[in-house]
Nanobody, 121 residues
Framework: QVQLVESGGGLVQPGGSLRLSCAAS????????MDWYRQAPGKQRELVAR???????NYASSVKGRFTISRDNAKNTVYLQMNSLKPEDTAVYYC???????????????WGQGTQVTVSS
């Protein structure tokens, strides 16, 4: 069984920074893409940032230049460094990953439980 466990959320003032972490554990053969999504109250869940196994990244236009996604393949962990935070960044942030747990099997996707990020003075 594979689990994704997020940490690092909290309350921060506008202009501040937070770093989210998401560690995958369990029976893992390989991890393909790892993403961060977010969902604000009354809004649909949206993709914030994605990193593929080779390290290529892409970002939502609303966070480009402020957020940085990275991964440590040895630790099966993905990070989201969030700088210059704005009140509109307030949301529950979810980790998502496509994981192959047995060689030869197709990857399937997994979600973390979510971590709250609140940007407010």
């Amino acid at each position: 069984q594979v689990q994704l466990v997020e940490s690092g959320g909290g309350l921060v003032q506008p202009g501040g920074s937070l770093r989210l972490s998401c560690a995958a554990s369990g029976s893992i053969f390989s991890i393909n893409t790892m993403d961060w999504y977010r969902q604000a109250p009354g809004k649909q869940r949206e993709l914030v940032a994605r990193i593929i196994s080779s390290g290529g990244t892409n970002y939502a236009s609303s966070v480009k230049g402020r957020f940085t996604i990275s991964r440590d393949n040895a630790k099966n962990t993905v990070y989201l460094q969030m700088n210059s935070l704005k009140p509109e960044d307030t949301a529950v942030y979810y980790c998502h990953a496509w994981i192959t747990y047995l060689p030869g099997n197709p990857p399937r996707d997994y979600w973390g439980q979510g971590t709250q990020v609140t940007v407010s003075s």
